[in-house]
């Protein structure tokens, strides 16, 4: 099984400021007949399902705001938020789907400092 | 929309079964597989399965073969998950989530709401 591995596990950060969180997976996921990275990103907000933000690692889904955006090929992967809002307090999650089972990281969960 | 719509919260007790049920509206319901992901409270996500609704053929996470069912009935557009012999650390938020079903490995791209399970006595 690819182990998906987030940090930091919690952060704090001042209201528009930027936020930076990295995963790290225990092979890689880019797969090389389509130069594709199989890896997303997923926001949880509390009593809510997780939401998609990111897929193939750096596409943003339609109606994520573009303060976010994912970066990295390979094993190592980060999610963004250029300027922090207080509706982006929540935990978000990489979840890779190169193959099964598919694997979460352990969430990092964003709070305003 | 998109609405994957779960059935409610269930109480149950050791050793006994439960059935989630998942109804899709908005899409074409045999176009996507539906996974199964469980998250115990406060945890992380982890993954059960999925199904094809197309076909009806199912992979099941190695943690959970012979306990896991997976089924759907396409005629109402519901897919169905079947824990049995319950244990107390199956006490969780049971989530469907929909993957297109196109060649290769695709993204999750919308969950249901969840329902909570919890397993006591």
């Known amino acids: 099984d690819i182990v998906m591995t987030q940090s930091p596990d919690s952060l704090a950060v001042s209201l528009g400021e930027r936020a930076t969180i990295n995963c790290k997976s225990s092979?890689?996921?880019?797969?090389?007949?389509?130069?594709?990275?199989?890896l997303t990103w997923f926001q949880q907000k509390p009593g809510q399902p997780p939401k998609l933000l990111i897929y193939?690692?750096?596409t943003r889904e339609s109606g994520v705001p573009d303060r976010f955006s994912g970066s990295g090929s390979g094993t190592d992967f980060t999610l963004t938020i250029s300027s922090l809002q207080a509706e982006d307090v929540a935990v978000y999650y990489c979840?890779?789907?190169?193959?099964?089972?598919?694997?979460f990281g352990g969430g990092t969960k964003v709070e305003i400092k | 929309q998109v609405q994957l719509v779960q059935s409610g919260a269930e109480v149950k007790k050791p050793g006994a079964s439960v059935k989630v049920s998942c109804k899709a509206s908005?899409?074409?319901?045999?176009?996507?597989?539906m996974h199964w992901v469980r998250q115990a409270p406060g945890q992380g996500l982890e993954w059960m399965g999925w199904?094809?609704?197309?076909?009806?053929?199912?992979n099941y996470a190695q943690k959970f073969q012979g306990r896991v069912t997976m089924t759907r009935d396409t005629s109402i557009s519901t897919a169905y998950m079947e824990l049995s012999r319950l244990r107390s650390d199956d006490t969780a938020v049971y989530y469907c989530?929909?993957?297109?079903?196109?060649?290769?490995?695709?993204?999750?791209?919308?969950w249901g709401q969840g329902t909570l399970v919890t397993v006591s006595s």
């Open positions: 908005g899409y074409t319901f045999t176009a996507y597989y």
């Open positions: 989530a929909r993957v297109p079903l196109r060649r290769g490995y695709n993204p999750i791209d919308y």
């Open positions: 979840q890779q789907y190169y193959n099964i089972p598919l694997t």
């Open positions: 199904i094809n609704p197309n076909s009806g053929g199912s």
């Open positions: 193939w690692a750096s």
């Open positions: 092979q890689s996921v880019l797969y090389s007949s389509n130069n594709k990275n199989y």
